[in-house]
């Protein structure tokens, strides 16, 4: 048990120390799935690529994406050769990690404030999350040694 729980917070500590553009190399590899399915498991897949791009801008810049649903609704509306169209330019921008945001805000978006700052909430949950591996790790080693003694 004492190892499952040390392997649990290394895993969860780790988490935080990986690359920032680990979500976005997600995203990538949903929105080219999405590209390769038709119809409801394109949609699917590019609702994941969504989250994953709204995670890596929280992670990155301290931004979210304040309308997901809105977005994802219009990419459902569209008919197949736009959302080709779309799918095409969201894989074509490998440098400019920013792209996908202007192509939300064109195509798919009617609102001008797609972006907002993360909440005080989103920020305490990630404290927290960062927190709960270390006092599960600084509990079970004073266990450790209380035992021994």
């Given amino acids: ?56 801008l929280r992670r990155k810049f301290g931004l ?17 050769t736009e959302k080709e169209d779309i799918l095409k330019s969201l894989v074509g921008s490998e440098d400019d990690t920013l792209i996908p945001i202007r192509i ?3 195509r798919l978006n009617n609102d001008e404030n797609i972006l907002t700052e993360d909440s005080y ?8 999350n960062f927190l709960i591996p270390i006092v599960a790790i600084l509990v079970t080693i004073i266990q450790l040694l209380i035992s021994r003694q």
């Fill in 1 to 56: 048990m004492l190892f499952v729980i040390i392997i649990y917070g290394m895993g969860a500590l780790s988490n935080e120390f990986i690359s920032k553009n680990y979500n976005y190399y997600l995203y990538k590899a949903s929105i080219t799935l999405a590209r390769t399915f038709n119809s409801d498991k394109q949609n699917l897949h590019f609702l994941i690529a969504l989250r994953y791009y709204d995670k890596y």
């Fill in 104 to 106: 939300f805000t064109t």
């Fill in 64 to 80: 979210a994406i304040s309308n997901l649903q809105n977005i994802f609704n219009q990419f459902i509306l569209k008919n197949g």
């Fill in 121 to 128: 909430v989103e920020k305490l949950k990630k404290t927290v």
